[in-house]
Each structure stands twice: as C-alpha cells, then as structure tokens.
C-alpha cells in the first residue's frame, strides 16, 4: 500500500470518526429534546386536566366527601374537568381518567371513541396509589405511546388517575429522516474528502515522487549529476529533496574520486609495466649474451656485467620510489616534529653541492621553524635540488620565508623553463616532457615531493616561465620563529 493511498484512508477515517462522533451527538441531543418537549407538554396537559378536574367536580368543602365514582359507561371528562380544560388540551393528545383502582370513569367524548383505558402496568397502579407519577411508553393498535399517568389527590387519597398519551410516530419519523439525512450526508462527506485528499496528498507527495525517479535514474544510468528540482517551501519534504541534493553531490564527488583513481591506478600500472620492461629485457638479453658459447671474449663480458648492475640499480630505484608513493597512497603517517628551516636547507645545500661543485646554490632563509617531518622534507628538497641541477646550469636559490601562518620554502632556477602543456602534467605520475625523453628518470620526482608534502599538511605549486626559468614553491605549517620566540 503506496503512502498516498494510506495518507488518503488515514484521513478519510478521522474524518468518518469525527462525523461519526458529531452524527451521534445530533441526533442523542435530538432525540433528547423531542422527548423532553413532548413530556413537557404531556405534563402540561395533564396537570391542567387534574387541577380543572378538582376544581369543578369536587366540593372545595373539606367537611364534604368526594362522590362516588361514576358507573360505567364512562363519563365524558368535560362533565369532571368543565369545556374549557376539554377545549386547552393540545390537539393529538389523548386522555382518559381512572379510578384508584385503575378503573376506566371518563373519556372526552363518549360513543365517539374507543372506550378502553390507556395500558398501565401493574407497578405503575402502585406507584400511582402510592401518589406518585408514572410514565410509560406501549404499542396501542400499532401506534407507539408516550403515556404520562398524573394521580388525582385529595384529603391524602387518590382519587383519580388522569392519562394523558401522546404518539411517538410523528418524533420516531423525524428521527429516522435525520439519521438518514446524516447517514447520506457523512457517506457523501467522506467520499468527495477521500478524492480531495487523494489529490492533495499526490500534490504533497510529489517531491518525493521526483525523488524517486531521480533516484531510479540515477541507479539504471549512473548518472551523478541530475538533482531534484524541488520549488516549494523549505518543509520537511523540502529539506529532504535538500538532503538528497547534498547527499548526490557528495556521492558524485565520491564517484568522481573513485573514477579518478581507478584510471589513475589502470595508468600507473602500465607505466610501471613499461618502465620495468626496459630494465628487464636489458638483463635478460644481457644474461643471453653471457651463456653464448663460445663465450665473449673478457671485456666484452665485464661491459655486460657494468650493465646489469646498473640496470638493476635502476630497478632499486624504481621499487624505492614506488613504496615511497605507496606509503604516501594509503595516508601512513607522517611525523610532526619541529623543524629548523636553516638548518636542513643548509644540509641539503651542501648535499646538492656535492653532486655538481661548480654549481652556484644561493641561500636565503630565514631562521624560523616549521612543523612536519624531518626526512621527508629533506628528501623533498633534494628532489627539488635534484631536478634543478639536472635541467639548468645556471644558478641555483633556495629561500624561506613567514608568510602568514605558514613558512614559503622555493627552490628557483634559471634555465630555459617549462612549456605550458608541459607544464600542467609536471605532477603526473611516469610523465616526462618530450624534451625529458633521454632521461634515464622516471618521472616520479614531483609525485613524490606532491605525495610527501600534502602528507604533512602542506602545499606544492610550480610556476615556470619559457627563457626565465622555473620556481617551485612549498608551503609548511609555521611553528615558531626564534626571534617571535624572545
């Protein structure tokens, strides 16, 4: 059962309840009054019939007994009671008067008719002997009853019982029009509000029919980019098609992310499958050449045996490098620890000097602190000391600054600088520029210082100009410099 269809039943059956509940009251209330202004008027009636009656028929003398009662036949009451209390009794209204006993003595007009006295039970004779008022309510040739029985007293006795009745038909008739009309009109009620409602609450739930289908959709294409155009208020149903928004935008970033590494990862599987064929099929041809028979004269196999060593070192390399990267990939920690900026810039300084003796190496740091890990910074560096000394012959500056809340460490040269298109794939993984191609590198040396820096918290960026050179630029955490420090 959809939710539209259980808010709809929902509400049509409060709605059947309330009406229920109101139906009810309307027509108990109703019910209530029609008797209790038909008891009223029987009350009416009836103690005006007794008081006529003992005003006229009996002696107000108290010396004096009341008469006997009459025989029968009976006895016209207007003879007890006088015309006019005959001429006040309202129309529909039925009369007869009784003895103590319960005897018959008059009716209103005599041989017009039927003279038989209205039902009385025996428990309601003795109530009335016993002077009290007796209702009662019987079926009288098919007609239903309403019966007031009012005893008559003097000196202490009853004398008479006046019955006054009245038919229910007329009241039981309009009962059964109002519980028709609220029947008819509650079943109308509920149907027009079960089609309003079902409307309403397919209007209200249609952002989460939009929903779904954007869902459905985005399931059956993959296609992380559609989002929910909801333009109603910022209710609950909004802020969910809100969420779901948000809730796509952080899944497309996430699929995006994951699509990035999985072709970052199909990539760096063949470059690494083509950098290691190189150096393989050199060893192994080599190894070929050194089971030749005959065997290659002495030289010859001493240059072979020079290659394997080197291409295995170059194999060293390439497995180094790669744990390195692999490390950095799966987030293994990096120390946090405070660092002399002059201090391992001069260090490494004095490392790059080593390699080219001639090669001018400007310093110009700062003496501050920085926050991060003591060897991979250095090793960093170097990579950035490397790069500069085997791309250019001209000189080499390396300076460190406070900048903020953070320490700017760039390593500047001046050669022949980086080609635009070259320069936007510098941090490629195996990528080298054509001009690169002779290199017997492989392309992992600004991955790494990338992979080794962001692991501390910090910011790599290169800015190259063709014939000007090229700078690149880290960003360190500061901690503290030593004249703040004072």
């Not at 029987?42 to 009662?69: D, F, K, V």
């Not at 028979?293 to 194999?315: G, H, M, Y």
């Amino acid at each position: 059962m959809s939710i539209r269809l259980r808010l709809t039943l929902i509400y049509s059956a409060i709605l059947a309840l309330t009406l229920i509940v109101f139906g009810a009251a309307l027509y108990t209330i109703q019910s209530e009054q029609t008797m209790n202004a038909l008891k009223s008027t029987l009350i009416q009636n009836g103690n005006g019939l007794a008081q006529s009656i003992l005003g006229r028929y009996l002696n107000p003398n108290p010396n004096q007994n009341p008469p006997p009662r009459p025989l029968n036949p009976p006895i016209g009451i207007g003879t007890l009671s006088g015309e006019q209390a005959i001429n006040n009794l309202r129309e529909r209204v039925i009369t007869r008067v009784l003895d103590a006993n319960g005897n018959l003595v008059a009716i209103p007009f005599p041989g017009q008719e039927d003279t038989q006295a209205l039902p009385l039970s025996a428990d309601g004779l003795k109530a009335l002997q016993n002077k009290q008022v007796w209702w009662d309510t019987t079926y009288l040739n098919g007609d239903h009853l309403l019966i007031y029985n009012n005893p008559i007293i003097f000196r202490g006795n009853v004398i008479f019982i006046v019955q006054v009745a009245r038919s229910l038909s007329e009241r039981e008739q309009s009962l059964a029009v109002l519980s028709r009309t609220l029947i008819i009109a509650s079943i109308i009620t509920i149907l027009v509000a079960f089609g309003i409602g079902w409307l309403f609450a397919g209007f209200t739930l249609r952002p989460i029919h939009n929903i779904t289908q954007t869902a459905r959709a985005i399931g059956n294409e993959s296609d992380f980019t559609k989002r929910v155009n909801h333009t109603g208020p910022n209710d609950e149903i909004g802020q969910l098609a809100n969420t779901f928004n948000s809730m796509l935008t952080q899944l497309q970033d996430a699929y995006q992310r994951v699509s990035r590494a999985l072709n970052m990862q199909r990539d760096f599987v063949a470059d690494v499958s083509h950098e290691l064929r190189t150096p393989l099929t050199t060893i192994r041809g080599n190894l070929a050449l050194l089971h030749r028979t005959p065997p290659l004269p002495a030289s010859e196999q001493n240059d072979i045996l020079t290659d394997l060593e080197d291409e295995s070192d170059r194999l060293v390399r390439l497995v180094n490098n790669l744990l390195i990267l692999a490390r950095a990939d799966a987030g293994q920690s990096l120390t946090r620890e405070s660092i002399s900026v002059r201090e391992i810039v001069d260090d490494v300084a004095r490392q790059a000097r080593q390699l080219d003796r001639q090669r001018e190496i400007i310093e110009d740091v700062q003496d501050i602190n920085i926050i991060g890990d003591h060897d991979a910074l250095k090793q960093i560096l170097l990579i950035l000391l490397d790069n500069a000394i085997k791309y250019t012959t001209e000189k080499i500056t390396i300076t460190a600054k406070a900048d903020g809340q953070q320490v700017l460490i760039s390593v500047r040269d001046e050669g022949a600088g980086i080609a635009p298109d070259v320069l936007q794939h510098v941090f490629d993984r195996f990528y080298r520029g054509d001009e690169n191609l002779d290199d017997q590198g492989f392309g992992l040396g600004l991955p790494i210082a990338k992979a080794l820096i962001e692991g501390q918290g910090g910011t790599i960026s290169v800015e190259s100009q063709l014939g000007q050179g090229t700078t690149v630029m880290i960003g360190m955490p500061l901690l503290q410099s030593k004249n703040s420090s004072m």
